[in-house]
């Protein structure tokens, strides 16, 4: 199975002249014109916006066709996410700071320049072109390098604007081959006081879960815990332009925590033969750990989320496929016959078969056997047929 894994590079614009910066500038204006426009046909629908207005577009826009194209799906992406968080967000607020251009808009080159060796030209409009120098960081570079090599293809590159300053965000993409017979699921799960729980489940010993790990997360406790502190004490002082630098400063570091464990959770994952990596999809399971002890709160607004999207991306790259189940009832149901109990503590105890299991752990093996199922494996077949199916998978 193949599987498409985007990344994104960000470089700035070295020291563009006046010139240079005017003609962004003018053409972020003219963009930004199209989407509104776009947008008030309130349609997520590409063909009906093509077939209808896209006609109407070219003649009332001095923008590339290029342009308007993409003006057009910023438009249906901005409408899409408003209309799936209508709840938080009643007004649609259109944040009016990049550009898009694809492939047949922009040209990305390499020249020998030593200070500034990469060059991106763009097709403004169909008269004015802009070429500008852009400086990357040292990790930033070595993925340019490696699209150079034809590692990674390009597809588009926004240019943004924060505070005055352009930006090129260079969107790469890459083919990954996905294992799709695999051979041992490994699930994954956030724990009662850990942020992320797995056990491994080979194919060749369903009845087995293995190597059970938990990763505290207790880094980003400290660093949440050390900023709440510096927050709370400048707070009486009223500095919010410091708390807002604190606040990315801190989601800089938790991020880098993050990264750490994914790398982790893949290692772990590769430690088997043929992984696959399961997890539950995340909605509203995070509002109902809220509503629990206070004590709790601080543990559980940890981003597994976040985790979730670097692990998925990490693990694709080693070829590794990420699945979600959709779960309920994951922490209360018992993984060895089925029935939902009280839990209270941190074991599971079954009043109906006995069993004595960890409590998240249990979770984690509920969560892999929702994909065994859909994968055909043998374990939610009854015990004695099961044993069957097992020395069968092992001749
Ligand atoms: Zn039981």
Known sequence: MQKDVQLTVVGKVFKPNKQKVLALNRCLNEYFKPV??????????????????????????????????????????????????????SVLWLKQISIRFDRRSYSFSKTTNALTPYW????????????????????????????FRSEWQFTTVEMVKREGVWYTHLVLKRTIKVEDSPETVIAID?????????????????????????WRGSEIKKIRGLYNHIRRRLGEKKLLKKIKAL???????????????????????MQFPKPIIVMEKLNEIRRNF????????????????KLQTYLEYKANLKGIAVRYVEAKDTSRTCHRCGHVAQVKGRAFKCQKCGMLYNRDLNACVNIAHALMRGMGWGSVIPLNSQVRLNAKSLS
């Open 290 to 305: 809220n509503k629990s002890k206070n004590l709790n709160r601080r543990f559980h607004s940890l981003p597994f989320r």
């Open 120 to 147: 991106l030209t763009l097709s403004l409009n169909k008269r004015e072109k802009v070429s500008l120098p852009i400086m990357f960081g040292e990790k930033q570079r070595l993925r340019i390098e490696e699209a």
């Open 190 to 214: 956030r724990g009662e006081r850990s942020l992320a729980v797995a056990v491994a489940i080979l194919k060749s010993d369903q009845n087995k879960p293995v190597k059970g790990q938990f």
């Open 247 to 269: 606040k990315g400063k801190e989601k800089r570091k938790v991020n880098q925590q993050l990264h750490i464990i994914a790398n982790q959770i893949v290692s772990y994952a």
């Open 36 to 89: 509104r426009w776009y947008l008030d046909f309130n349609s997520t629908s590409k063909i009906f916006l093509h077939s209808n207005r896209y006609k109407e577009a070219k003649r009332k826009f001095k923008l590339n066709t290029a342009l308007i194209q993409t003006a057009r799906d910023k438009a249906i992406e901005t409408l899409k996410s408003f209309k799936e968080n209508r709840k938080e967000k």
